[in-house]
């Protein structure tokens, strides 16, 4: 080797000019900090010695507004388009400065320095003299400086507030709820509660509508609240529960979905096992023992989710109930050793799990999720089994199997609650289970071959959410840490992840779908993982309208509003999302918004630009989902929501849009859909309260002030909490 090679660069004559300067080849009119550093708001640096020879200045990978990611931590390699500020597609692009502090960027950008190149700095250089061509077209100084700031110094919440409402803190809501398009519905939803000014009201026929909108939703909330009195929370005084099974036609039925379902993606059961316990059970219904009782009415509960409400039985429904509260009262009492072990567990997850189905509590699992994580950790399921004392084959899988449900629910929670997950892999090391099917696994069994990944079994679906897990947590750590910085590349970086993992799950489900993957299987999974991407991306994609650079958040927030709104057509999950309360209901509720705010802000955009009747191929689809989720809403309060103003907020957001289109004034239309839409509630909880058996004392409503009405403000019960995320009104 040439002994030249390792000589260091000698300069005969000293360097005047800054360091930026130098390294751009431009002369540099040497002043502190001088004229090129100040117009690219660039760190203006000297050096008045020379360096010792053989030394070479490095500085780490830092997110700063002049440096740029290795390859790993780039986005991804098809990046997505960014939009100008005239509506095309341009090139994600580095400025010249964005070497400055990578690694290796001498050798980069002198690689006659150096004879032997590291192949990832190779690739780099490649990529690097790609992206320099196509500034070409791109005027560099605007765009590095822009791009410098949402690949690095760009923050998703740089003025996140605590907002409390009804006692619980949100934080990334808010960036839907203080869009200006939102402006007029929360001005006349103000007026309706008597927050608002009614003087401000331009006409005499809106303030009358106003005042009558007022008068329907004071009846809502009085049936509402007569709906509600049955419920086993608001009668302390009886704790005495009907734990009476169905009839055995129906409980096999319910039985059968359950493990056709759900049992899928949370592995809470051994299927065989069961199937044992479960005929010893209807063998002698009156002698089981109440652990025994309360696992086998909670399968059935959560099964019944999935049959059509005629098909499931007449009061099955509201049995349903009494069940769930009965068990959460078992977990709460004497801390017993019945209630410490594999079985107890197992109960305290179906409970969450049909609590969050039959929205009781399903806003409030993220506390429970505390007690669940730690009687876990109680009995050690999070250290893996080869840790403890010897124990089955079949015991250890379901360990780790019930571990990784644990972890599933404590992930799903932290992000409805917007709260700390509460667990890190620090804290556990318990292995993934096998990819086995369970009747492949038996209490005899010394041996166990497990499937590769490539295969389908009845743990595939929970082993791809635990692979995704870390990504997940990590999502949750930038959300919800209380000192944590949302920058724009970890948004990039993250969401790629998600969406690969969705990729890689549907393309899997297609290859396995004679194996039993059914739409039900797809909708699920698909919905857990892509659910995350909405929060996520809510900050930025709140920007993209003033910045197009941020408009792939816009794109992903809105693509992955529309898959869960629309899935896959189940008549399952249909049933479940009538129903379905905690993240079932969160997720609809944030894609409800994001397509809510796309419509407003389309239909004034392409009014202003005069493009209404040219690009309606774009409206269309928004307003298809809007009427595909009034139409939920409506069948929500059906079949038990006693919440209305979900289905209000929809119409009023369809009354806006029209306005818009129409050119005319919104403050009248808006009121009178909201007159329409309550009358319309109204009517379906009365048609429900004159069905109910239960004889309920009328609520006397009109001597409770407003102040008083806590359901009145925003809450988490499927009521658009967001629109009032920053007007106060609580």
């Known amino acids: 080797?040439?002994?030249?090679?390792?000589?260091?660069?000698?300069?005969?004559?000293?360097?005047?000019?800054?360091?930026?300067?130098?390294?751009?080849?431009?002369?540099?009119?040497?002043?502190?900090?001088?004229?090129?550093?100040?117009s690219t708001a660039t760190q203006c640096n000297y050096r008045?010695?020379?360096?010792?020879?053989?030394?070479?200045?490095?500085?780490?990978?830092?997110?700063?507004?002049?440096?740029?990611?290795?390859?790993?931590?780039?986005?991804?390699?098809?990046?997505?388009?960014?939009?100008?500020?005239t509506g095309g597609a341009t090139a994600w692009t580095l400025g010249p400065n964005d070497l400055s502090n990578t690694p290796g960027a001498n050798e980069i950008q002198n690689p006659s320095r150096s004879r032997f190149v590291d192949p990832e700095l190779h690739h780099l250089r490649e990529r690097v003299q790609r992206?320099?061509?196509?500034?070409?077209?791109?005027?560099?100084?605007?765009?590095?400086?822009?791009?410098?700031?949402?690949?690095?110094?760009?923050?998703?919440?740089?003025?996140?507030?605590?907002?409390l409402n009804k006692t619980r803190i949100m934080r990334w809501s808010h960036w839907v709820?203080?869009?200006?398009?939102?402006?007029?519905?929360?001005?006349?939803?103000?007026?309706?509660?008597?927050?608002?000014?009614?003087?401000?009201?331009?006409?005499?026929?809106?303030?009358?509508?106003?005042?009558?909108?007022?008068?329907?939703?004071?009846?809502?909330?009085?049936?509402?609240?007569?709906?509600?009195?049955?419920?086993?929370?608001?009668?302390?005084?009886?704790?005495s529960f009907d734990l009476t099974p169905p009839s055995r036609e129906v409980a096999d039925k319910m039985t059968a979905l359950y493990f056709q379902s759900f049992e899928s993606t949370h592995r809470i059961l051994h299927e065989p096992t069961f199937w044992k316990v479960y005929n010893r059970f209807w063998s002698n219904p009156e002698s089981a023992s109440s652990k025994l009782r309360l696992q086998v009415l909670l399968v059935i509960a959560i099964g019944s989710s999935l049959a059509p409400h005629v098909e499931s039985d007449a009061g099955l429904r509201h049995t349903v109930h009494q069940w769930i509260y009965a068990a959460e009262t078992w977990l709460s009492g004497p801390l017993e050793k019945d209630r410490l072990d594999i079985s107890g567990l197992q109960i305290h997850c179906l409970v969450m799990l049909a609590r969050q189905i039959f929205s009781i509590g399903g806003d409030l699992v993220w506390i429970s999720s505390g007690s669940l994580i730690h009687r876990g950790m109680q009995i050690g399921l999070h250290r893996d089994p080869k840790h403890l004392p010897p124990m089955s084959i079949l015991q250890a899988q379901l360990r780790r199997r019930l571990w990784a449900t644990i972890l599933e629910l404590v992930v799903q929670s932290s992000l409805d609650s917007a709260l700390p997950p509460r667990i890190s892999f620090e804290e556990f090391d318990t292995e993934p289970p096998a990819n086995s099917n369970d009747n492949e696994i038996r209490e005899s069994a010394t041996e166990l071959k497990p499937h590769t990944k490539e295969t389908f079994t009845s743990t595939s679906m929970q082993l791809i959410l635990l692979d995704s897990l870390p990504m997940r947590l990590q999502i949750l750590n930038l959300l919800n840490g209380l000192n944590s910085e949302l920058s724009y590349l970890d948004v990039l970086d993250l969401s790629t992840d998600i969406l690969q993992t969705c990729r890689q799950w549907n393309a899997f489900a297609r290859e396995n779908k004679a194996f039993g993957v059914t739409p039900f299987h797809r909708n699920l999974l698909d919905y857990l993982l892509r659910r995350f991407l909405i929060p996520l991306h809510c900050p930025f994609a709140n920007k993209a309208r003033m910045n197009p650079l941020f408009h792939y958040s816009l794109k992903v927030s809105i693509d992955t509003a529309t898959t869960i709104v629309s899935p896959e057509p189940d008549e399952g999950f249909s049933n479940l999302m009538a129903i379905g309360g905690g993240l079932f209901r969160e997720g609809i509720r944030y894609a409800t918004s994001i397509i809510s705010l796309e419509l407003l802000a389309q239909a004034e955009t392409q009014y202003l630009d005069g493009t209404l009747h040219r690009n309606s191929h774009y409206m269309n689809p928004l307003k298809k989902v809007i009427e595909e989720m009034k139409s939920l809403s409506l069948e929500r309060i059906r079949q038990g929501e006693t919440n209305v103003k979900s289905y209000m907020f929809l119409c009023m957001i369809t009354a806006q849009a029209e306005a818009t289109e129409e050119g005319i004034s919104?403050?009248?239309?808006?009121a009178k859909s909201a007159r329409d839409s309550i009358s319309l509630c109204l009517e379906l909880l009365q048609n429900r309260l004159g069905t109910t058996s239960l004889s309920m004392p009328t609520t006397d409503i009109e001597s409770t002030s407003i102040d008083e009405r806590e359901d009145y403000t925003y809450g988490l019960d499927f009521d658009m909490d967001f629109f009032l995320a920053d007007t106060g009104f609580t």
């Open 131 to 163: 992206l320099e061509r196509s500034l070409v077209h791109v005027p560099v100084h605007d765009l590095s400086q822009a791009g410098r700031d949402v690949l690095a110094g760009e923050s998703g919440m740089p003025d996140a507030r605590i907002i």
């Open 666 to 670: 919104s403050e009248g239309r808006i």
């Open 1 to 38: 080797m040439d002994q030249r090679q390792h000589e260091p660069y000698r300069r005969r004559r000293p360097a005047l000019s800054c360091l930026e300067c130098r390294r751009r080849k431009l002369k540099c009119d040497r002043s502190n900090p001088c004229g090129r550093c100040v």
């Open 177 to 239: 709820g203080i869009a200006k398009e939102f402006a007029p519905i929360i001005s006349c939803y103000g007026a309706i509660c008597g927050y608002g000014d009614m003087n401000s009201l331009q006409s005499a026929e809106t303030r009358a509508l106003i005042v009558e909108t007022s008068g329907l939703l004071q009846k809502c909330k009085s049936v509402a609240r007569n709906l509600k009195i049955g419920r086993p929370s608001r009668c302390l005084s009886s704790l």
């Open 48 to 85: 008045i010695h020379q360096q010792k020879p053989g030394a070479r200045h490095r500085q780490t990978r830092r997110i700063s507004s002049s440096s740029v990611p290795s390859p790993a931590a780039a986005p991804p390699a098809s990046p997505p388009s960014q939009v100008d500020a």
